[in-house]
């Protein structure tokens, strides 16, 4: 099976459940789609593994831009002054 959409939404103040998440997971093979419906807590769940990996993602970010800007001083402070 492969992934074909993931969806998740926050329902408007006019719905059933207002403010909270839902969703839907769609998988595909050759014989057909499954359709899974997410309630908020399983929104929820999957948002928190998405925020793991964001979290990493910013780190790793960070650390890069600040070696590049070290590195950037550091060569603008060694260079020759005129």
Known sequence: MQLESLRLA????????????EGEITFENPKGKVQIILDDETCHKVLMLC??????????????????IINSATKVLAAPHE
């Not at 926050?10 to 998440?21: D, E, F, S």
């Not at 993602?57 to 960070?62: E, N, R, S, W, Y």
Request: proline fraction near 3%.
């Open 10 to 21: 926050r329902n408007g103040k006019y719905t059933n459940n207002p403010g909270q998440l």
């Open 51 to 68: 925020a793991e990996g964001l979290v990493a993602t910013a780190q790793t970010v960070a650390k890069d831009l600040t070696a590049e």
